[in-house]
Structures are given as structure tokens and as C-alpha cells.
């Protein structure tokens, strides 16, 4: 038996890679402040156990209940997804520091306090595999998301740091980079204006939006020691080729 936390799996990413997980084989604890519900539904679909709680990974007792009901019900951890997430668009000026600091409560210290709850967990079975998933803005700046940026720079620091101080005692630690995916998200952001469909898919080499699964696949593919066992703090951009390109935009337009 393998199992798998995902959080922020009601919808999106963590959906998509909790039923790409189920698939998989693994048993699936689903973390979110919404109901998971659906996800729940669609990976009991594909044969796998799983169970959800509803709950926020910012609340330390939160999850130390969920540590609780995994150490319960299955005794062990072979994979933490860090996919919970949130996003703030506004330019630096206007920030109000408590707002930056809610996007690093939930973007940072909470995968910081989940990763050595459960991680505490595969130390002790000597294996185990975290998959924080990061940004291509934890590789590059974009405007407007000074906190969001600051966040997933944050996060792929401690991906690398963990990834020293658990790598010989046989925990892995590596982060995707999701450049832009169509999901809720990406919806509510563009509603403010910022962007458009034309604006991401013009600047990704492959002129397309990333899909929820492209960034499970990839997710899976960490997880599992038989295919990644021997990659440790690794930033692995699933962008298109967005990070790669450094063309201006009539030469990347050009070459389509």
C-alpha cells in the first residue's frame, strides 16, 4: 500500500492529481477548505481508497488531525503533495502587508508545516517522497504578484533545503513549476483584467495553456521512486518552454 496526501484537491491541480494518484494505486487523504466531494467520488471511481478532510492547512491543529487519521487508519506516508495555494494580483505599492502575509501562510509556512509533519512520518520509515508545487513566478518575476513571487521563491528554497537535510535519510524533496494552467484559478485572475488567453498562449513556445493534467503527470512522475528515485531538489518547470525562451515576441511569433 502506498498513500498519498494531496492538498488543495477539490478542484484544479490537486484534483486532477489526486485522480491521476488513484490511478496509480496509491490511498489518498484530500485536504481542502472546500469539500472534495466530487474528487473523492472521482477517485473512489478509479478503485482507490481515499478520504477527504475539509479544513485549513494554516490551522496547525488542523493538521495535526489529519497526521492523526493517517497514522490511524494506515500507519504510513509515501507521498505529500504541497498543492494548496493562493493567488494576489496588485501592484507592490498598494500591498497591505497583511495581505502579503496571508499569501505566505498559505503559499509557504503551511507547506513548511506539513512537509515536517508528514515528512516526521517518512524519516522514520526511512522513504517517502514530497512534491511542492511551486511556479514558473518561483523562477522568474512577474508584476503585480509581489507576494505570490516572493511565496514560490520561498517555497523552492525550502524544496532545496529539505531536499539536503532528508535526501540521506531517504526522503526526496522536488517542486514542479506549473507555468499558466486553465483552471478556477486562472479564471478568477483574469476576471480582474491582467491578462488575457492571447497574452500567456502568445508568450508559451507552445502556444497553449498547461492543463491540469500536464502538471499531475508530472506530479506522479516525482512521486514515484521507480521513475524519479534518484532526483532530490529539483525545480522541475512544466511551462512550455515559457522559462527557456528568451525571444522578443514578433521573432517567437515568427517561428509558429
Known amino acids: 500500500m502506498r498513500v498519498a496526501i494531496v492538498t ?13 494518484l488513484g490511478e496509480a494505486g496509491y490511498t489518498l487523504l ?38 492523526s487519521l493517517v497514522a490511524e487508519r494506515w500507519g504510513r506516508v509515501d507521498v505529500l503533495v504541497n498543492n494548496a495555494g493562493i493567488s494576489f494580483i496588485a501592484p507592490a505599492e498598494t500591498v497591505e502587508a497583511s495581505a502579503f502575509r496571508r499569501v505566505l501562510e498559505v503559499n509557504l509556512v503551511a507547506p513548511f508545516v506539513l512537509s ?19 511556479s514558473i513566478a518561483g523562477l522568474v518575476g512577474v508584476s503585480d504578484r509581489t507576494a505570490y513571487n516572493a511565496s514560490k521563491h520561498g517555497l523552492i528554497g525550502l524544496t532545496r533545503t529539505l531536499a539536503g537535510e532528508w535526501g540521506g535519510r531517504g526522503v526526496r524533496v522536488n517542486a514542479v513549476c506549473p507555468g499558466w494552467v486553465k483552471t478556477e484559478m486562472d479564471v478568477a485572475d483574469q ?9 500567456i498562449t502568445g508568450r508559451v513556445p507552445m502556444a497553449r495553456f498547461a492543463s491540469p493534467d500536464d502538471i499531475a503527470r508530472a506530479i506522479l ?16 518547470a512544466v511551462d512550455g518552454g515559457w522559462t527557456a525562451d528568451g525571444s522578443w515576441q514578433s521573432l517567437r511569433m515568427r517561428k509558429r
Do not use: H, K, W
Open 8 to 20: 488543495g484537491a477539490a478542484q484544479g491541480i490537486g484534483r486532477r492529481t489526486a485522480e491521476v
Open 30 to 67: 484530500l485536504l481542502d477548505m472546500q469539500s472534495c466531494e466530487a474528487t473523492l467520488s472521482a477517485v473512489r471511481a478509479t478503485g482507490a481508497e481515499a478520504e477527504a478532510l475539509t479544513g485549513d492547512i494554516t490551522d496547525e491543529a488542523f493538521i495535526a488531525q489529519a497526521v
Open 116 to 134: 515536517r509533519a508528514f515528512g516526521s512520518i517518512m524519516l522514520a520509515q526511512r522513504e517517502g517522497s514530497i512534491v511542492n508545487v511551486a
Open 191 to 199: 476576471a480582474g483584467g491582467g491578462y488575457t488567453d492571447d497574452d
Open 221 to 236: 512522475f516525482l512521486a514515484d521512486p521507480a521513475q524519479s528515485g534518484f532526483i532530490n531538489g529539483q525545480a522541475l
